[in-house]
């Protein structure tokens, strides 16, 4: 564990904002080490400290805190303290500094927020202002590939109702790998005794978290599709962009010129 004199000089470099000395120290860190740090700090702090982890450190880490502690550090991932901290940053230096945190992690924090402060918090996970991932939701339903039909449909009519669309089902592995889409009606038509896996074809669309959404607009408009799975850059499901979704946010960008155009031509 850590010694107070190790503390104490990690809350000195959080105190003078020096990041990149965080981030060179803690890389070379066993996740317990971390870990016990983390639950000697106020988490603000070790939320920041926790952003600056490459991807699998982090995973450990998380995994080596207590559960108070995990749900601690993702709902403080919204907090507006922690917003303002990564937000004085240069996009560049955003981009060399915050690692992508592991897909089960945003899963996690986006289960956490609600819909109205999702969109803005979602700056937190490093995706760039008009990605995709800044528009993703987890509102959909993932089925296993060992259940038969009829678990998959028990578990779309449980989790359904909450879900922006059930026309699409996505297949997930164990560790929540993308592995297809299926129709439901494909399910619904289907024998309930068949495996899921029966009816994969594994040629399916997804689009990363950080492309760019005018490319989740061309995918839509090419493959005809209600709503586009999100990936990580490990094929893990994050979650799913609608085409409302997309089509709300052009047409506030659209009245926005309109209004700036307005404004520098008044009638």
Do not use: C
Not at 55 to 80: D, G, H, I, P, T
Not at 118 to 133: D, F, M, T
Not at 198 to 205: A, G, N, T
């Amino acid at each position: 564990m850590p010694g107070e004199f190790v503390e104490s000089k990690i809350q000195e470099l959080v105190k003078q904002k020096d990041w990149r000395r965080l981030k060179e120290i803690l890389s070379g860190w066993p996740s317990p080490d971390v870990a016990d740090l983390f639950e000697n700090i106020r988490v603000e702090e070790a939320v920041i400290l926790f952003r600056l982890l490459h991807k699998q450190q982090a995973a450990s880490v998380f995994s080596e805190v207590e559960s108070n502690k995990q749900m601690a550090l993702l709902q403080e991932m919204s907090n507006e303290h922690v917003r303002d901290i990564i937000s004085e940053l240069s996009p560049d230096d955003r981009t060399e500094l915050f690692e992508e945190l592991p897909g089960e992690i945003t899963q996690r924090l986006l289960n956490l927020l609600s819909s109205d402060i999702r969109r803005e918090s979602l700056e937190l996970l490093g995706y760039p202002e008009e990605s995709v991932g800044r528009l993703m939701t987890p509102e959909y339903v993932a089925i296993r590939p060992h259940w038969t039909i009829e678990q998959a449909l028990e578990h779309i009519h449980r989790y359904g109702r909450d879900a922006e669309t059930i026309h699409i089902t996505y297949v997930v592995d164990e560790k929540w790998h993308l592995l297809d889409d299926i129709p439901l009606r494909r399910l619904i038509l289907a024998d309930p005794e068949q495996k899921v896996e029966s009816l994969m074809d594994k040629r399916f669309v997804s689009i990363s978290a950080h492309e760019d959404q005018e490319k989740a607009i061309e995918l839509t408009k090419r493959y005809n599709l209600f709503a586009l799975p999100v990936i990580d850059s490990e094929n893990v499901l994050l979650g799913i962009v609608t085409v409302d979704d997309i089509l709300d946010v052009l047409e506030e960008e659209v009245t926005e010129d309109i209004q700036k155009g307005a404004s520098i031509f008044p009638l």
